[in-house]
């Protein structure tokens, strides 16, 4: 990896230096004036409400080495002031960034791990992250920045020295995914489930697979990880696993890397699975039948990286959680709250209610949000998860939102008891609830879409009964 200049910046982006030396070394680049540090080069990018290339001056004046700014009608007086600075004039700052994160990316001769899927994107990187870890110093998406702005950023900051780099990759639609494969160049993709997330946008989960199958579509002689107990992914593998490099991980179909003689518990699991031919035992620190999926992906990415078998289980037993994705809050009088707020699908919904079954509770309490972008399909999945509840050991149901009230109803007409039933139009209805009827040893999930905003209850609760 060399050191990026200005010079090689103006080469990439066709942009003219306003002022500015080209043999300035750029160390890392920002989109936020608020956040930005005494030599970074910020980039104006301009979104639907938000026009960043305003605030170049700003950048300047809070300490940022030069700006890379589109559409700004520049006069000698504004660029007085900043003689000793760098001003980059593109015509995109947004397709700037793209060409600059591709450039750097291509600096690198590392592997490239790329991740994907309906759900368990965040978990799973943070699995395979770790286990890549143990081996060498990596690069990772942070938090879920997982779009055509984070991810490009996330490569744009990587230190010169990193040896492999984690990236999640999301989209809303097709094409998304195609964008950030070509930019990132994988050569290991993983996907890690096909459900219904965005399938408003979509249309359909065949769409969804097409979308997510773009990860292949600016890879590097790949090698191809997919979770082969999902059934779109299991037909796709059995039709293309004479074509490309395919390595499959599960528990229920006969896979490469398979768990067998699991034991779930609260707080974690363990298995027994074979990593390069030997059988291990594998402890995952975090309960849930889904994560001993994530983990058996974590495996996969662990053999093809030739990473010592007691180094992969390290890498397994020591990795954390991002916020707000299943994490368990303990309160006084041992009320425990699942904050897995940040999305939903009916796949998490699922997986998300059977690991509260495995824990002990004096009564389990579902708080149940909208699942967004579903479209013409809204009705029929929301009325899934109403039946999904009456299959788990649910005592309380509450729900919020304009769809929401699909799963009460659903549930009711499954025979959930109705007195046990609530709906609310807004969140402080929710917490109002939840002070009067807590009581000691209670579990209470709160799963919904980010946009519902499910984790500002969780943090009222919080202060309420810490």
């Not at 899934?384 to 304009?402: K, P, R």
């Amino acid at each position: 990896m060399k050191d990026i200049t200005i010079k090689d910046v103006l080469a990439c982006t066709e942009g003219k230096l306003i002022t500015g030396d080209e043999a300035l070394i750029c160390k890392e680049f920002s989109k936020d004036t608020r956040t930005i540090k005494k030599g970074d080069i910020y980039i104006g990018i301009k979104g639907e409400n938000f026009n960043g290339n305003a605030f170049w001056k700003k950048a300047l004046d809070n300490g940022a080495m030069g700006v890379i700014i589109q559409d700004v009608k520049l006069d000698k007086h504004d660029i007085e002031p900043y003689q000793d600075k760098v001003i980059i004039e593109v015509e995109d700052t947004l397709q700037a960034l793209y060409k600059l994160a591709s450039y750097k990316r291509d600096t690198y001769d590392v592997p490239v791990i790329a991740i994907t899927g309906s759900v368990g994107k965040t978990s799973t990187k943070d699995l395979v992250a770790n286990v890549v870890a143990q081996k060498y110093k990596i690069c990772k998406t942070i938090g879920n920045n997982n779009n055509n702005i984070g991810m490009p950023f996330t490569i744009l900051n990587a230190p010169n020295d990193i040896e492999a780099f984690v990236l999640e990759m999301g989209m809303n639609h097709l094409g998304e995914i195609h964008l950030l494969s070509k930019i990132a160049k994988p050569n290991i993709c993983i996907i890690t489930n096909i459900g219904t997330s965005h399938i408003g946008n979509l249309g359909s989960r065949e769409n969804i697979l097409k979308a997510k199958l773009e990860i292949l579509d600016g890879a590097k002689n790949p090698y191809m990880i997919i979770n082969n107990d999902n059934d779109l992914l299991h037909k796709w593998y059995k039709e293309h696993k004479d074509k490309i490099n395919v390595k499959t991980y599960g528990i229920h179909e006969k896979s490469d890397i398979q768990a067998e003689e699991i034991e779930l518990y609260e707080n974690g699991s363990k298995y027994n699975t074979y990593v390069k031919n030997k059988k291990e035992n594998i402890k995952v620190p975090v309960g849930g039948e889904h994560f001993v999926l994530n983990s058996l992906c974590a495996i996969a990415v662990g053999e093809l990286l030739n990473i010592e078998n007691d180094a992969i289980k390290r890498g397994i037993e020591t990795f954390s959680l991002t916020k707000n994705r299943m994490e368990i809050i303990e309160l006084k009088n041992g009320i425990r709250l699942i904050n897995d707020a940040y999305n939903s699908s009916v796949e998490s919904v699922k997986a998300s209610l059977a690991y509260m079954n495995h824990m002990k509770a004096n009564r389990r309490i579902a708080v149940l949000g909208d699942i967004l972008e579903t479209g013409e399909f809204a009705l029929a999945l929301h009325k899934e998860i109403g039946e999904i509840v009456c299959e788990n050991q649910v005592d309380i149901l509450i729900c919020s939102g304009e769809n929401a009230k699909y799963i009460a109803e659903s549930a009711k007409e499954k025979g959930f008891n109705e007195k046990n039933i609530y709906y609310f139009e807004n969140r402080e209805e929710i917490v109002n609830l939840l002070k009067q009827i807590m009581q000691s040893e209670d579990v209470i999930l709160f799963k919904a879409s980010n946009g519902m905003r499910f984790f500002d209850i969780v943090e009222k609760i919080k202060i309420e009964f810490k």
